[in-house]
């Protein structure tokens, strides 16, 4: 006798559905911008809860897979690229690691006077040298994040002397400078000309930016921000909690 859906499933069911969703779109049976099969049909196809089905379409629309239309239907997305939100990684072996191609492009470098909000981040007074540097990377073709990039000369002399298209600054960063200590942001903001030009998205569209600090024996070595387009990137963490820990 043939086995159910239900009875076919290893994990719980809402997972078991995702999987089921998620093959269809890998096999290619739905290809990105395809109308998928409604909640209603999948019940009944599967034979599981409406609810069941309600929560793994959920899911797989907030991970990007699946792009809801209210009075329309759920369509096939491209997917949201994402990153660790609570790591310093390095964005071109995320991307790798996803079989997609990643590609920078340098928009500045220069030695700079630092501001005040440039000098305060960095711990140096106002006027005092600065290395800054401003990049787009892009996955498969499309921006994803545009990098801006200010660097203490003291913590890392030879950041101007790099190759950014050999080796990306956060990357040399890691490589040659100790971290011990990590500063997290995020916000929200809406695009503005340039940064919307740049990311090759509309005006006002909206964005996340990470803003990171690191440090090194109490010295801050850079402060960067990481702007990615809303509707194409997200930022997500997971961490393993002690038994005592609570959990709200």
Request: hydrophobic share 40%; with cysteine; glycine share 8%.
């Amino acid at each position: 006798m043939r086995r159910t859906f239900k009875e076919r499933a290893s994990t719980a069911l809402y997972h078991a559905v995702k999987e089921h969703i998620r093959e269809r779109i890998r096999s290619g049976a739905w290809k990105v911008g395809d109308r998928v099969t409604s909640e209603h049909e999948l019940v009944a196809e599967l034979g599981v809860s409406r609810m069941t089905v309600h929560r793994a379409m959920r899911e797989l629309a907030e991970e990007g897979l699946l792009e809801r239309v209210a009075g329309v239907g759920t369509f096939v997305g491209a997917g949201k690229a994402q990153s660790a939100l609570l790591q310093v990684t390095n964005l071109a072996e995320e991307i790798q690691a996803r079989g997609h191609r990643h590609t920078f492009t340098l928009i500045h470098r220069a030695a700079e006077a630092a501001d005040a909000e440039t000098a305060a981040a960095l711990g140096l007074e106002v006027g005092a040298t600065v290395f800054h540097v401003v990049g787009l990377h892009r996955e498969d073709g499309l921006p994803v994040q545009l990098e801006d990039r200010f660097v203490n000369p003291a913590a890392a002399p030879a950041f101007l002397d790099q190759d950014f298209t050999a080796v990306l600054p956060g990357e040399y960063l890691l490589r040659t400078v100790p971290l011990d200590e990590l500063e997290h942001g995020v916000d929200a903001v809406a695009a503005p000309p340039e940064m919307a030009e740049r990311l090759e998205v509309p005006k006002g569209s909206p964005c996340l930016v990470l803003t990171r600090r690191t440090w090194s024996q109490g010295r801050c070595v850079t402060r960067v921000r990481c702007t990615h387009p809303g509707s194409r990137y997200r930022l997500a963490t997971r961490l393993k909690l002690s038994g005592s820990a609570g959990v709200g």
